[in-house]
């Protein structure tokens, strides 16, 4: 995993240091620095997918488009280099200086590692990055799949579930009441989240789709199939993030943007408690988050033991002018075992006890 990224002129970041554990939340208002750490971890994804030598960075790629190299180099550095820094868990450490090129797509990298790439999740095969503009609900989805992994939209998860949904989950995953398939475990969460709803897909082979149907279930009753435009954005939207999160295994990285989109507050609450659970069992977690409701999902599992409050990481991201300069700061507060949090930055998912405390 993963321990810590360190950043000097890249993008909104002049020099910083950004701490990681198996569950981070990234919070902060638009435009501070949250998509910064997850684009430069994209960065390096799609460059290693081109050059696992690392000898070209990939500025606009099938992970993340930043435009070009002028577009990542912080304007208000004096210096002409781009560098990073990655330290593991396993004491490696992986650097990459990017002499500044003006206007390129592509430039140059000198990279070095002591142990072996390989040893960072970000490279690994089963990594999951699912972006906030997920798949829509639509009638059919393409059952083309010619990779192990759901798309960064999504857009590959039926195939995946239709090629491996009865592969078993991480036993840590797992809920024990339920068959160990993939997709079994999906339909028990989607039914978590939404009381009732169930789902089922079934492949059109000469038409290389899968078709994807909802259906509500009671103890005394079911509902006809239902097309999934005509039950709401909502549960086909969140259906990637938690298939990304129950296929992944121990070691594995799942990186989520606003996992909380057209999702209900409790419904967003039971998402902070499944990452909690994924976690737990060993996957390092990167949710971005404008969600108080997946923060309390979070903070409630640290509560109920589900996760060491030593195993979670809140980062609060702050933007302030500094004399002629734009400075992005980087909080760290702490869950406590009890689920509180050991101090809250001004402007820390606060916006509720501001607006109360402007109506009474």
């Given at each position: 995993m993963i321990k810590q990224i360190y950043f000097n002129n890249f993008k909104c970041f002049n020099d910083c240091q950004i701490p990681l554990k198996?569950?981070?939340?990234?919070?902060?208002?638009?435009?501070?620095?949250?998509?910064?750490?997850?684009?430069?971890?994209?960065?390096?994804?799609?460059?290693?997918?081109?050059?696992?030598?690392?000898?070209?960075?990939?500025?606009?790629?099938?992970?993340?488009?930043?435009?070009?190299?002028?577009?990542?180099?912080?304007?208000?550095?004096?210096?002409?280099?781009?560098?990073?820094?990655?330290?593991?868990?396993?004491?490696?450490?992986?650097?990459?200086?990017i002499p500044y090129e003006s206007n390129k797509n592509y430039v140059v990298s000198e990279s070095k590692c002591s142990g072996s790439v390989s040893d960072f999740n970000i490279f690994s095969e089963n990594f999951e990055y699912i972006a906030a503009d997920r798949i829509i609900p639509q009638t059919i989805y393409t059952s083309i799949n010619y990779n192990k992994n759901?798309?960064?939209?999504?857009?590959?998860?039926?195939?995946?579930?239709?090629?491996?949904?009865?592969?078993?989950?991480?036993?840590?995953?797992?809920?024990?009441?339920?068959?160990?398939?993939?997709?079994?475990?999906?339909?028990?969460?989607?039914?978590?989240?939404?009381?009732?709803?169930?789902?089922?897909?079934?492949?059109?082979?000469?038409?290389?789709?899968?078709?994807?149907?909802?259906?509500?279930?009671?103890?005394?009753?079911?509902?006809?199939?239902?097309?999934?435009?005509?039950?709401?954005?909502?549960?086909?939207?969140?259906?990637?993030?938690?298939?990304?999160?129950?296929?992944?295994t121990p070691g594995d990285m799942v990186i989520v943007e606003n996992p909380e989109c057209h999702l209900h507050p409790k419904a967003q609450r039971l998402i902070g408690e499944l990452m909690a659970i994924a976690a737990n069992a060993g996957i390092q977690v990167i949710v971005e988050t404008h969600s108080d409701h997946i923060l309390n999902g979070v903070r409630i599992s640290v509560k109920n033991q589900v996760i060491s409050s030593e195993d979670t990481q809140v980062l609060f991201f702050d933007r302030e002018a500094a004399g002629k300069v734009f400075h992005t700061n980087v909080y760290a507060p702490n869950i406590l075992s009890d689920g509180s949090l050991d101090y809250w930055p001004e402007g820390f998912f606060d916006e509720w006890d501001n607006a109360l405390t402007e109506l009474l």
């Open positions: 198996k569950l981070n939340i990234l919070a902060g208002e638009n435009g501070c620095g949250k998509s910064t750490v997850i684009q430069s971890l994209l960065l390096l994804r799609q460059s290693y997918e081109k050059d696992i030598k690392l000898r070209h960075m990939i500025i606009s790629g099938e992970y993340i488009n930043l435009g070009n190299s002028s577009d990542i180099i912080n304007e208000y550095t004096e210096e002409s280099n781009i560098h990073m820094k990655l330290e593991n868990t396993k004491s490696g450490i992986l650097t990459i200086d759901l798309g960064i939209h999504g857009e590959k998860i039926f195939s995946y579930l239709s090629l491996y949904g009865t592969e078993p989950v991480f036993p840590a995953l797992c809920n024990p009441t339920i068959s160990n398939g993939l997709i079994y475990q999906t339909d028990f969460w989607l039914n978590r989240l939404f009381k009732g709803f169930h789902f089922s897909i079934q492949e059109i082979i000469k038409a290389d789709s899968i078709s994807l149907r909802y259906q509500e279930k009671s103890d005394y009753n079911s509902s006809n199939e239902y097309r999934p435009i005509n039950v709401g954005f909502g549960i086909t939207y969140i259906l990637p993030v938690i298939v990304a999160l129950l296929k992944a």
